[in-house]
């Protein structure tokens, strides 16, 4: 039987049926979860998507953060269950406090789309294991509120702990500081990141599918842990 | 207190302000013949509305009609709804249909550019909704006044920002469009934003509103003082001649609540629970009102002080015309209605029932109580005034005309080619876009198969076939000044074509008309040159215009803007997998130029940019030819025997070969032919024309089918991983040199990162 893994809507979520076909794609069975719902529906692992959720009019992640599933999804990532946060996933994921630190305004001032060259820092998460230490790949990134913020002490703590997952290269595209794209927590299996790993899964329609490894990680540690 | 219909009968001589609301003193006439008494208040703000230039098309109607002459047919089949809904539905096969529309926002996107920008693509991507499709992409085609001008740098960001920041919350990719510079634009920037839809076949919705006792359900945001007046006074007339009472706020978006409302209506349309469904545009209230019990066989009864508000000191007639965004209008069957309240409640989206459809062919509007309107919707909504405008040629056409390139120094060394094509690369017009695109998702829904900067936008329709489709939207502006006919030929060649080099196969056709005053003859005779130039067009290639808009008053003192009928195209392609992207691919692969090099060089970008020069005739047009061209590239990319294929326009042959290096940074070696002057043959901006790359073992089948369509091919060369873009026996530039020119306008002139 397939991993289940459940990609979360809120209302303004925009990148659900993408990362709904990348899982599909990738060898998972796909599940729709509502952010109104207080279940999980059994899923392996969780994936909050892209997007504009409550159009962020507040600050991004700040309202989804209080959907009745998100204790759910608190409660399951504590136990260890694989939960990825892509964008405004990520966002939600640090107003939550499972991730440290928060998503501000790009430094450009401008929303901005393009195919991003990342450093992988760690491949020891749930959601990197499969790819090769410090391998070098292309995410598509699109965001207006992507700098990576922290205070100093945090973000040495996340150097020092192995917790920086990936770094823009070729220019950083947003302000983060440290040039950081993505973290993780101490257990490796939360991971949030401003890149979007499921629009590479299709040569067809994504710069590199370089985002296949995502799923590709996360399966590997669904079969081993069976 | 209201001014109900019976006050109105009884006070036939108070005095109404009927000139501040935009209409003319017959037209004021026309409706008090019309109700037999004076219209109340709030029937004077209905009418005013309607019939204003933006909602009635009252000076263009006559000269749109000529588009229903052509064909309701696309080459790929028969239409399943034609150009009198709010879009046109076209068949693609596999039991798919799409529906597409490209629409104006300019004067508000002048005012505000922000909010002008975003509600112009709110708008039209509630039109795609109304008919029952899921929107699947936008483009936009913008025009501002020189990139220098101190007024471009607070119209074009905020105006990008709003496009960006209303389609990206909504989820829908950007593909492509195009911006453009004159001088003209300056105080008149045109935003004319394209969406498409798709939709099963039987999912198609009209907007009408049928079977008596039917509830009318408004959902949606609440409605508020923004926007009132908006389409009549902002689209009608020029700000100079605004008067004190006139109220021309832009409407503000809230592209969170359209997000919502599109998933909430396609929700509703999956659980067939609307019978009839209006967006909400221009006038509001008014127009939903009228326009949905106008195109059914009934009446309407509404009950206006049931309108969920946000200011609660609204009057009736703000209510009336508000163009408050986000809004829709459903006609509901008694039994559904619990049901439909209860999706919208599951999106967090307001509904209200308003009132219910009657047999009496009224539309009736009561306000606490009181009737305030009773008319015939028909006379509202389709019976406005028709103008035949006066229409002349201008005496200045001739001049114009006869003052051609001729007289223009053009460059004759190695060396200066180059420094004209650095010239012409760095010039705004020509020069890279990637700060203003790079604004907007071209990813999101993981169907996008081409985007900007490729020639076509496409996307994918079925993820198990690959069907597709592609969009291109262009206008030459210089082109249609010079001569409206053949500009808008032009504009549609090269939609056509640039739709063709994708591997899609072009069937239909949306246009949007941005002109000046109709009230000036010289205006009315471009407008009219410009219909029979489409119509001519699209006869010629067999496409239907399936939808457009119009946009007069884009005019500043005596100076219009350039005649600019934006024209979209859309294809088909059987598998996008098979498409065909514009830059080189591989160094070794052949560069072959298709099509016919003359010396047309009046009204290029050459002329324009090195001698600030527009004068006399545009380019030919040969349709027959094109249709060749696209055949011959449709079957070139179902056969995978070329690698790239990119459309030559403006800045001709050394623009498109700039483009096509850049774009994945591989050099090229050219050999110019010796027939032609290398001026001519590197800027001449003939039409027809498109750049091919072809691998070297394909290229035995590529001459082949070039005989087998007739179309005439020249070998220029080859791709190189060589760094430069070397022409033998002229220059040799370095790619990064060429790059450093591209790329510095927008982001240097702006000031930006």
């Known amino acids: 039987m397939p991993a289940r893994i459940g990609v979360i809507t809120f209302p303004g979520s925009l990148d659900d049926h993408d990362a709904l076909r990348a899982v599909r794609l990738t060898g998972a069975e796909p599940v729709p979860l509502w952010h109104g719902s207080d279940s999980l529906d059994g899923v392996d692992a969780i994936i909050l998507p892209g997007g504009f959720s409550y159009g962020d009019y507040l600050r991004c992640g700040a309202i989804a953060r209080f959907a009745p599933i ?94 920086v997952v990936f770094r823009y290269l070729d220019g950083n595209p947003n302000g983060s500081y440290r040039d950081i794209a993505g973290i993780c927590n101490e257990r490796g299996n939360v991971v949030g990141l401003m890149p979007h790993p499921e629009h590479n899964v299709d040569e067809l329609t994504g710069p590199s599918t370089d985002g296949r490894l995502f799923f590709a990680s996360v399966l590997n540690f669904l079969a081993a842990r069976v | 207190m209201a001014d109900t219909v019976q006050n109105a009968s009884e006070t036939p001589d108070q005095s109404q302000p009927w000139a501040d609301l935009g209409l003319k003193a017959d037209e004021y006439e026309r409706i008090r013949t019309i109700l037999g008494r004076r219209p109340t208040s709030a029937e004077l703000a209905m009418y005013s ?16 009609r000529r588009f229903g002459e052509l064909p309701q047919e696309t080459p790929a089949g028969k239409m399943l709804a034609g150009i009198g809904e709010n879009a046109g539905v076209i068949d693609i096969g596999q039991g798919y249909a799409v529906t597409f529309k490209i629409e104006s926002h300019n004067h508000p996107s002048y005012v505000e550019p922000y909010q002008g920008a975003a509600t112009g693509v709110g708008g039209i991507v509630r039109d795609i909704l109304a008919m029952g499709a899921r929107p699947i992409g936008v483009m936009d085609s913008l025009r501002f006044g020189p990139l220098d001008a101190p007024d471009t740098a607070r119209v074009l960001p905020g105006v990008v920002a709003g496009v960006g920041g209303y389609g990206n919350c909504l989820g829908l990719p950007n593909i492509g469009g195009e911006v453009g510079f004159d001088r003209t634009y300056l105080g008149n920037p045109l935003v ?102 106008a195109a059914g066989d009934g009446g309407m009864y509404v009950e206006l002080d049931r309108v969920p508000l946000r200011d609660s000191s609204l009057a009736p007639e703000e209510i009336l015309m508000s163009e408050s965004q986000e809004r829709m209008m459903a006609v509901v069957e008694p039994g559904d209605v619990e049901r439909f309240l209860e999706i919208c409640r599951k999106w967090d989206v307001q509904a209200t029932v308003i009132g219910e459809v009657t047999d009496d062919k009224r539309l009736v509007i009561d306000w606490h109580g009181e009737t305030i309107v009773d008319v015939d919707p028909r006379t509202v909504a389709h019976e406005g005034p028709v103008y035949e405008r006066p229409l002349a040629r201008p005496d200045w056409q001739d001049e114009v005309r006869g003052a051609g390139v001729d007289e223009l120094p053009r460059p004759k060394t190695g060396d200066e080619l180059a420094e004209t094509l650095l010239r012409l690369a760095g010039s705004p017009n020509l020069c890279d876009r990637s700060w203003i695109t790079d604004q907007y998702d071209r990813y999101v829904r993981g169907n996008s198969v081409l985007a900007q900067p490729e020639d076509a936008g496409m996307l994918r329709i079925d993820e ?177 025997i070329i690698a790239s294929a990119h459309d030559l326009s403006e800045g001709g042959l050394a623009q498109a070969l700039v483009e096509a290096t850049l774009r994945h940074d591989h050099g090229a070696r050219i050999e110019l032919p010796s027939a032609l002057d290398p001026f001519v043959a590197l800027f001449s901006e003939s039409s027809g024309r498109v750049l091919v790359s072809v691998q070297p073992e394909a290229r035995a089948e590529f001459l082949g089918l070039c005989a087998v369509h007739g179309i005439p091919r020249t070998r220029l060369g080859v791709v190189t991983d060589q760094p430069e873009l070397a022409v033998r026996d002229q220059f040799r530039l370095p790619l990064a040199r060429i790059r450093e020119a591209w790329t510095a306008p927008i982001r240097d002139t702006l000031g930006v990162a």
């Not at chain 2, 004190?244 to 609540?257: E, L």
């Not at chain 2, 409302?261 to 067939?272: D, G, N, S």
């Not at chain 2, 082109?479 to 504009?491: I, M, T």
């Open chain 2, 49 to 64: 509305v309607m019939w204003s230039e933006h909602c009635s098309y009252k000076s263009s109607k006559v000269h749109l």
């Open chain 2, 192 to 293: 004319n934003a394209l969406c498409v839809g798709v939709l099963r076949h039987e999912d198609l919705h009209l907007a009408k509103a049928t079977g008596t006792g039917n509830k009318v359900i408004l959902y949606g945001a609440a409605t508020g003082g923004d926007g009132i007046g908006g389409a009549s006074i902002l689209a009608s007339e020029s700000f100079e001649d605004s008067g004190s009472a006139k109220r021309p706020s832009v409407q503000v978006g809230d592209p969170f609540m359209e997000k919502l409302l599109i998933e909430c209506t396609l929700e509703l349309f999956q659980a067939k629970v609307i019978s009839g469904i209006q967006d909400f545009g221009a006038a509001g209230i008014s127009c939903a009102t009228s326009e949905l019990a």
């Open chain 2, 464 to 640: 198990a076939s690959g069907l597709g489709i592609a969009l291109a939207t262009d206008c030459n502006g210089r082109f249609c000044y010079l001569d409206p006919y053949q500009g808008a030929q032009l504009a549609l060649a090269e939609a056509y074509r640039n739709v063709a080099v994708s591997g899609a196969r072009p069937v239909a056709v949306s246009d949007c008309l941005n002109f000046g005053s109709p009230e000036e003859p010289a205006v009315m005779w471009q407008f009219s040159e410009t219909i029979r130039g489409l119509v001519d067009g699209c006869l010629a290639l067999g496409t239907p215009v399936t939808g457009g808009n119009v946009s007069f008053y884009n005019q500043t003192g005596e100076t219009a803007i350039l005649p600019t009928p934006v024209v979209g195209v859309l294809g088909i392609i059987d598998d996008v997998a098979q498409r065909t992207p514009a830059g080189f691919q591989r160094a070794g692969d052949a560069i072959f130029l298709l099509g016919t090099t003359a010396d047309e060089l009046a009204g290029s970008a050459w002329a324009g940019v090195v001698h600030d020069h527009l004068g006399g005739r545009p380019p030919t047009v040969d349709f027959d030819h094109e249709q060749r061209l696209a055949e011959l590239l449709i079957n070139a990319a179902r056969r995978g």
């Open chain 1, 70 to 163: 998100m204790t759910e999804v608190i409660r399951a990532a504590d136990s260890g269950m694989p939960v990825l946060g892509i964008c405004n996933g990520f966002q939600i994921l640090c107003e939550a406090h499972l991730l440290p630190g928060a998503l501000v305004r790009n430094d450009v001032r401008t929303f901005v789309c393009r195919d991003q060259r990342l450093r992988v820092e760690t491949t020891d998460t749930t959601w990197t294991a499969a790819f090769q230490p410090r391998q070098e790949i292309t995410i598509v990134l699109k965001n207006g509120e992507g700098g990576y913020v922290a205070d100093e002490a945090t973000l040495d703590q996340l150097e020092a702990e192995g917790r």
